[in-house]
C-alpha cells in the first residue's frame, strides 16, 4: 500500500546482487508478476524473491498511476497535484526487458491497480514474456488488516503509521473483486491455470512453498531463500507503515497448523464495512483456493 508522498519508478525498482548475470543479447527475458491484494503476506513473500540472484524486483509499479497519475482511479490522494510521471504506458514499458538487464523482472502489485483499465490488464496478459501468478489470504482476516491501516481510531482520523491520505476505508482496495477478474482473464487467455498460493498454505512449509512457486513462476529457486537479515528494501520507502512487519521480521516462520480465520458470529460481530467487505470477497477467495498449490502436509 501505498504513502502520501508520490510514487517514482525509481523508487519502485531495486536491483538485487546478482551473479553478474546481465541479460546477454539476444537471450530471453522472463517477467513473473505476482498479483495479490492487501495484507495477504505479499511484502514478505517479496522479500523472500529479494533473495534470489540475477532478478530485478518492482514493487506495487502500478500503485503510482493508480493513485497519483493524470489516470489515477482512486481518489484518496486528491489534495495533490497529477504527478505526469506516473503512467500506465510508462510502467508496462519498464517491466519490459530494459538495457543490460538481469534475466528475470519479478513485480509484486496490487490487482485492484488496474480497475477500469482492462487495456493495461490485455497488453500485460497477451505478452508472452509475462507469467502471472496469485498470493491469496482468506479475507477474514486480510479486511480487518487493511481497515487498521486505513485510517486511526476512527473513520476520519489519519492514521500515524500510514500517514496524509489514510483516514478512511475504502472497500475498493479490499482487491478479490479485480483478483478473481484478472485470474479468469489470464486463464481464458491462455489455456491454462495459472498458479496460484495461499499465504497460510505457504507459511506451513515455507522452504518447499517456495521451491513449488520458483519452479512454477520459472524463477531460480535458492535453498534458505526464506530467511534473511532485518531490514527496509529499496523501494519499500515510498509506503511508510504498511511494511513495518516485514521490515522488522528475519524470514518466512513455519506454521504447521494456520491460524483459524474468524468465525462466522465474529464476522456477523464486525461493523458493517467490514462485514459487507469480507462477505463480498468469501466466495471470491473460494474461487481462487480451488486452485491453489497445496503444501505437502495437506496434499
Not at 522479500?47 to 500503485?63: K, Q, S, T, Y
Not at 519479478?106 to 477500469?116: C, G, Q
Not at 489455456?191 to 531460480?220: F, H, I, N, R
Request: proline share 8%.
Amino acid at each position: 500500500m501505498l504513502g502520501a508522498a508520490t510514487l517514482t519508478l525509481a523508487a519502485c525498482i531495486s536491483y538485487v546482487a546478482a551473479f553478474d548475470a546481465s541479460c546477454p543479447s539476444g537471450s530471453p527475458h522472463r517477467t513473473v508478476i505476482l498479483w495479490t491484494a492487501p495484507r495477504c503476506l505479499s511484502t514478505a513473500f517479496e522479500r523472500a524473491i529479494v533473495n534470489l540472484e540475477g532478478v530485478r524486483i518492482m514493487h506495487e509499479p502500478f500503485g503510482g498511476p493508480h493513485y497519483f497519475g493524470k489516470e489515477r482511479q482512486s481518489h484518496r490522494f486528491d489534495f495533490l497535484p497529477n504527478d505526469p510521471n506516473e503512467t500506465f504506458s510508462g510502467i508496462l514499458d519498464a517491466l519490459r526487458p530494459q538495457e543490460s538487464d538481469f534475466p528475470f523482472t519479478f513485480s509484486k502489485d496490487m490487482a485492484y491497480y488496474l480497475r477500469n483499465r482492462t487495456d493495461v490488464a490485455t497488453a500485460l496478459v497477451e505478452d508472452p514474456t509475462v507469467t502471472h501468478t496469485f498470493l491469496i489470504r482468506h479475507p477474514a482476516k486480510t479486511v480487518p488488516s487493511l481497515r487498521h491501516k486505513s485510517y486511526g481510531n476512527e473513520e476520519g482520523e489519519t492514521s500515524e503509521s500510514t500517514g496524509e491520505g489514510w483516514d478512511h476505508f475504502d472497500q475498493r482496495e479490499v482487491g478479490f473483486v479485480e483478483l478473481v477478474e484478472l485470474f479468469n482473464m489470464v486463464k481464458n487467455a491462455t489455456g491454462k491455470t495459472p498458479s496460484v498460493m495461499d499465504a497460510d498454505m505457504v507459511l506451513q512449509e515455507p522452504e518447499q512453498m517456495l521451491q513449488k512457486y520458483c519452479e512454477a513462476a520459472g524463477l531460480p529457486y535458492m535453498e534458505g531463500m526464506t530467511s534473511w537479515t532485518p531490514g527496509p528494501v529499496d523501494g519499500w520507502q515510498a509506503w511508510p507503515g504498511w511494511h513495518d512487519d516485514a521490515i522488522k521480521s528475519s524470514g518466512l516462520i513455519q506454521r504447521k497448523v494456520p491460524k483459524p480465520p474468524p468465525t462466522d458470529d465474529e464476522i456477523a460481530a464486525m461493523p458493517d464495512k467490514l462485514r459487507d467487505a469480507v462477505k463480498l470477497s468469501l466466495p471470491l477467495y473460494a474461487e481462487l483456493l480451488e486452485q491453489a498449490v497445496l503444501p505437502s502436509i495437506a496434499a
